[in-house]
């Protein structure tokens, strides 16, 4: 909205005034995406979008945040990652900082790379412990690679994607092996949850990349595995093999009753969490802030057709994907729809320049990811087909925080694959 924020608050650097250049040379769609009218200059005048995000400080100077295209997702909680690089380098004994975010969905972490100060060293621990005074527990990187410097491109400027891979994560502690049957199923669970080969009963599960979203997971596979109840927190209070197993050491079997299916006909009501989305929609009605958006790269003969049939037996098996969300009697309720026919629109690109063409295919998918959803009238699942050539596709997936999240759309995205190799080569799906 162009709207000037006070002070302290971050926002989008604009410059405008005497000495402004007119616009880009032979790049009329540059120069009209970044040169915009000024709003608060005389008539005709222009203001250069910048891309930094900046603030004002009390002494008036303007502190640098990072670039607006830096913004990440991670685990439902947007990050600024100039605002962790900031962090970083206000460490006394770090010279350099650039923090990226490493994997998709529910894997998805920070990753922060460091340069120490001339004879200064560096542990990986101590920073975060340091980071946690200031950031919180979300915007703390869950890695931390240490360089002796950062690669640079031909401009002088940070070249993230010459950046090392991280090593996969390691716990400081010595591995101890499982010494009873109840360790060596936590550990089991551990394992598989956490991607690694082995976990040893000292092992710090949120030293090894856990997360809250993981958390959950574990308690889930601890309940079916072990029968018994396990609450979220003791994985926090407990976060090794050995203390989690000592606490499930006092607690008895599950007694719970058998889960019966009940009507899903008419107005159901909501769950916390969704009552939490129902409303902020209501707050801010247009806002895509809570849209969950996947640009999937397709390399390949591809056949849209068994890509179409693949969304439609997707909503079809997950009622959460045709569900709809409206007010009745003053109270926000869910409605399940019926299955339908799905259609996926396509967009061909593979006419144009590539350069254009590049251009056009980006410029999609970021007003795909910001285009608001209708919890009222729905649906809260979008996907729209880019075609760049005969072998190259986009997949463009979005949908709304309040029917899925970042663990879902791996399950879903996996599901998808699935359809789409039966569908494509004419076998039937193979799915629990």
Do not use: C
């Not at 890509?307 to 926000?332: C, D, I, S």
């Amino acid at each position: 909205t162009l709207q000037p924020v006070p002070v302290g608050v971050a926002g989008e650097l604009y410059l405008a005034g005497e000495g402004q250049a007119r616009g880009y040379l032979l790049r009329p769609d540059l120069t009209a995406e970044r040169f915009v009218p000024e709003p608060y200059g005389p008539t005709g005048s222009r203001m250069y979008r910048t891309g930094d995000r900046v603030r004002y400080r009390e002494d008036g100077r303007l502190e640098y945040l990072g670039r607006v295209d830096f913004q990440v997702k991670v685990r439902g909680f947007r990050i600024e990652l100039g605002e962790v690089e900031s962090a970083l380098r206000r460490v006394t004994s770090i010279k350099d900082a650039v923090v990226v975010a490493k994997g998709e969905a529910a894997d998805k972490r920070l990753v922060a790379y460091v340069v120490a100060k001339a004879g200064e060293a560096l542990e990986a621990e101590a920073l975060k412990a340091q980071l946690r005074q200031g950031l919180p527990e979300y915007m703390v990187p869950g890695t931390v690679v240490v360089l002796e410097a950062l690669p640079l491109n031909a401009n002088g400027k940070v070249d993230r994607k010459a950046l090392p891979e991280p090593e996969a994560p390691q716990s400081g502690s010595t591995y101890v092996a499982p010494r009873t049957e109840t360790e060596a199923r936590l550990a089991a669970i551990w394992a598989e949850v956490l991607l690694l080969p082995r976990v040893g009963v000292r092992d710090s599960f949120f030293e090894l990349g856990g997360h809250s979203l993981l958390a959950t997971q574990v308690v889930s596979r601890v309940r079916a595995e072990l029968n018994v109840e396990l609450p979220l927190r003791a994985l926090f209070e407990s976060p090794t093999v050995e203390g989690l197993a000592g606490r499930l050491a006092g607690l008895t079997g599950l007694t719970a009753p058998a889960l019966t299916r009940v009507s899903h006909e008419g107005p159901l009501p909501l769950s916390f969490a969704q009552q939490r989305l129902w409303l902020l929609d209501q707050l801010q009605p247009g806002d895509a802030s809570y849209n969950l958006p996947a640009a999937l790269q397709l390399t390949g003969r591809l056949d849209a057709e068994a890509l179409r049939r693949a969304f439609e037996a997707l909503v079809q098996r997950h009622e959460a994907l045709r569900t709809t969300f409206q007010e009745h009697l003053g109270e926000p309720t869910q409605i399940i729809h019926a299955p339908g026919d799905w259609t996926l629109p396509v967009i061909d690109l593979s006419s144009l320049p590539e350069a254009q063409r590049n251009e056009e295919a980006r410029r999609r998918v970021g007003d795909e990811a910001h285009r608001p959803f209708q919890l009222s009238t729905g649906p809260l699942l979008r996907s729209t087909l880019v075609r760049l050539s005969e072998e190259e596709h986009l997949l463009l997936v979005t949908m709304h925080h309040i029917v899925s999240d970042g663990w879902s759309m791996g399950v879903l995205v996996r599901e998808l694959a699935a359809f789409y190799a039966a569908f494509s080569t004419g076998t039937t799906p193979a799915l629990p």
